[in-house]
């Protein structure tokens, strides 16, 4: 199992123990009153026990923010008073799972209780058993089958609890993400248990070529191991399997096309030792796959750039590579054609269902076309991960550089917590999210990394009042000192009204808006803004 993968298991049985925990304190007396007594207001609180059953999950999420949000009936006071808010963290999950995994307990254990005779409750009370003692006494344990059957029940529906946890406590890996969230997660980005398509990434020099041609036997290791489906083609001294024995296919960066020959030549061109029949079956299918039919009598030259990248693919897989590299396949193309074809690269890799590496040095593509991204800096690996972590969970901040993530600070750990970390930044108090799973707890005073996402920086509208700094968390102040136009987005850079050198040359920070609120805000105008960032989208960068 990944690091991830394991992250959310964790956190999915945390939060499933203490929200049956919770149900049992609270769940059990609440079957007890349900099924011994008479109170004004019974069917109303047996309806919102059962609500959670007949409602959307999400709706019941959608209350709960209602209720608990920042903004929320109980959650505003809470944050006034304490300066915490429960949406947004890992207890966010625990609440939503304990709503949602009570119905189930209630109705069992009342059920449970109901079937207890109560002529031996009125034996109990002449023997002088008082109703407490007879709950505990007799009640209880005659109907602790039902009861345990409920908690049974109550475990597995907070351990499988999704709607209602999303809403509440959102999807941050490492931080919020349980199994269930995690399973949606790699469903909606096309991650599976098994890595199909590994990413070297990383600037040019930092040796991504190299590996390739290393994996291809073009290159010969100083020293380690090569192994591809339990076949060892590289052990250093011992085996040094010749590239034409390797069965792997290589998609070079130009494409390597051989020029004389047509297009299903050149695809056919690794069939040699089959029989002239099934070469030529085999090509036709390959030429059918991938949409090349009707150019096989061409010849290179005579294709496009979105051609000749098929025909260089169809001849990588005609040989059923057990492994396949493309070293920079898209960087030969223009930007637009680049975007259209990456995606059809991607749906390529997938319908094939064979194992690749792929090298690139642009992030976009690594994130669009890998399972896995392997990130490299001067000839070392700093990093590899499924994507989705690698994208909210880089590793150190060199990594975050190597990605392109704008907004890499440094400041000074003034408090660290298993569930957040206080910031000394720029003269100003911030506060960030700590994993639940893979808490960073560096001692006070010293320094740290982190980086705040420029579309997560949020502008406060003056037409609505002062700021409420309950409302707004990590609440700053500034002046607009450079902006960009991106034509659907602006790029602005913010230097904070605080001494001292900018933290990033001439700004402290750069803050994405969509054109249409620049316009709407008159930004072109207006340059001194306040703005906040939730502590949810402040990341920590260990040391």
């Given at each position: ?76 006071p809470l944050y006034a008073a304490t300066g915490w808010t429960i949406a947004f963290t890992w207890y966010a999950a625990v609440v939503a799972a304990t709503v949602m995994a009570l119905p189930l307990l209630v109705r069992t254990a009342r059920a449970a209780i109901e079937s207890v005779d109560r002529d031996l409750e009125k034996a109990a009370y002449t023997l002088g058993r008082s109703e407490w003692r007879t709950t505990l006494e007799v009640t209880l344990p005659l109907a602790r089958n039902g009861i345990l059957a409920g908690l049974v029940l109550a475990f597995a529906r907070a351990l499988g609890e999704f709607g209602a946890t999303l809403m509440l406590a959102g999807n ?372």
């Amino acid at each position: 199992m990944s690091p991830d993968t394991l992250d959310a298991l964790a956190l999915s049985l945390r939060v499933a123990v203490l929200a049956t925990v919770v149900n049992a304190l609270v769940g059990v007396p609440l079957a007890y009153l349900l099924a011994r007594r008479r109170f004004a207001g019974k069917a109303l609180l047996d309806l919102l026990v059962t609500l959670p059953l007949v409602l959307p999950p999400t709706v019941t999420g959608y209350y709960l923010i209602v209720l608990l949000g920042r903004r929320g009936w109980l959650g505003a006071p809470l944050y006034a008073a304490t300066g915490w808010t429960i949406a947004f963290t890992w207890y966010a999950a625990v609440v939503a799972a304990t709503v949602m995994a009570l119905p189930l307990l209630v109705r069992t254990a009342r059920a449970a209780i109901e079937s207890v005779d109560r002529d031996l409750e009125k034996a109990a009370y002449t023997l002088g058993r008082s109703e407490w003692r007879t709950t505990l006494e007799v009640t209880l344990p005659l109907a602790r089958n039902g009861i345990l059957a409920g908690l049974v029940l109550a475990f597995a529906r907070a351990l499988g609890e999704f709607g209602a946890t999303l809403m509440l406590a959102g999807n941050i890996p490492g931080k919020t993400a349980t199994v269930p969230l995690a399973i949606y997660t790699a469903v909606q980005t096309g991650e599976q248990s098994t890595v199909l398509v590994a990413v070297l990434f990383g600037p040019s020099g930092a040796g991504k070529t190299l590996t390739l041609q290393c994996l291809a036997g073009l290159l010969r290791p100083d020293e380690g191991r090569l192994v591809v489906d339990g076949r060892v083609l590289f052990d250093a001294g011992r085996v040094d399997v010749p590239p034409q024995a390797r069965r792997v296919g290589y998609v070079f960066q130009g494409y390597a096309l051989f020029p004389h020959l047509t297009v299903a030549d050149n695809v056919g061109f690794g069939l040699r030792d089959l029989p002239a029949a099934r070469r030529v079956e085999k090509t036709a299918e390959v030429l059918e796959r991938l949409g090349l039919a009707e150019h096989a009598r061409r010849l290179p030259r005579e294709l496009s750039g979105g051609q000749r990248q098929r025909v260089a693919l169809g001849r990588a897989l005609a040989i059923d590579p057990a492994l396949l590299l493309l070293d920079e396949p898209l960087s030969a193309l223009d930007a637009p054609l680049r975007r259209a074809l990456r995606d059809e690269l991607r749906a390529i890799l997938s319908e094939w269902r064979t194992a690749a590496v792929l090298v690139t040095h642009d992030f976009t593509e690594a994130y669009r076309l890998g399972d896995r991204i392997v990130v490299y800096d001067a000839g070392r690996v700093v990093q590899s991960a499924p994507r989705s972590e690698l994208l909210w969970q880089p590793a150190s901040e060199p990594v975050a550089r190597i990605m392109g993530i704008r907004n890499v600070l440094r400041g000074t750990v003034v408090k660290a917590m298993p569930d957040r970390i206080q910031i000394r930044w720029r003269g100003q108090l911030l506060e960030a999210v700590n994993s639940p799973s893979r808490s960073y707890l560096p001692a006070a005073d010293s320094p740290i990394a982190f980086f705040i996402r420029p579309e997560y920086v949020r502008l406060i509208r003056k037409d609505r009042g002062a700021a409420d700094p309950s409302h707004h968390m990590n609440l700053m102040e500034g002046a607009v000192v450079g902006e960009e136009d991106f034509g659907t987005t602006w790029s602005l850079r913010i230097r904070l009204d605080a001494p001292g050198p900018a933290a990033q040359g001439d700004h402290d920070l750069e803050v994405e808006v969509p054109h249409l609120v620049y316009e709407i805000l008159e930004i072109d105008r207006d340059r001194r803004w306040q703005f906040s960032i939730h502590r949810g989208s402040i990341h920590v960068l260990p040391a």
